[in-house]
């Protein structure tokens, strides 16, 4: 069974750091490429937004929103991603989805982890 299942978001001040990770299961993970999106729940809802991705050879790409603020990492023994996410803003508050996808795995979603930056 295909699980992928985030932690780490939680409230954090301006300016301050969280590191989420998304564990997975039920697949080979070190053969996917794993992303980090994120949707605001402010009304109306957004479109899920693509924050950053990483391929399986360890290559990375960003949404411009993010770069230089944010990086991704993967540890395939630990059959984890990782979203460190320094210099936080309000507009970053959201809730953060992993998510990967293949032909055979369809398209996989986690259940999200709320990030919330305020002060």
């Known amino acids: 069974q295909v699980q992928l299942v985030e932690s780490g978001g939680g409230l954090v001040q301006p300016g301050g750091s969280l590191r989420l990770s998304c564990a997975a299961s039920?697949?080979?993970?070190?053969?996917?490429?794993m992303k980090w999106y994120r949707r605001e729940r402010q009304p109306p809802e957004k479109e899920r937004e693509l924050?950053?991705?990483?391929?399986?050879?360890?290559?990375?790409n960003y949404a411009d929103s993010v770069k230089g603020r944010f990086t991704i990492s993967r540890d395939n023994g630990k059959n984890t991603v990782y979203l460190q996410m320094n210099g936080l803003k309000p507009e970053d508050t959201a809730v953060y989805y992993c998510?990967?996808?293949?032909?055979?795995?369809?398209?996989?979603w986690g259940q999200g982890t709320q990030v919330t930056v305020s002060s």
């Open positions: 039920g697949f080979t993970f070190s053969r996917y490429a």
């Open positions: 998510n990967t996808w293949g032909r055979n795995l369809g398209d996989r």
């Open positions: 924050v950053a991705r990483i391929g399986i050879d360890g290559s990375t």
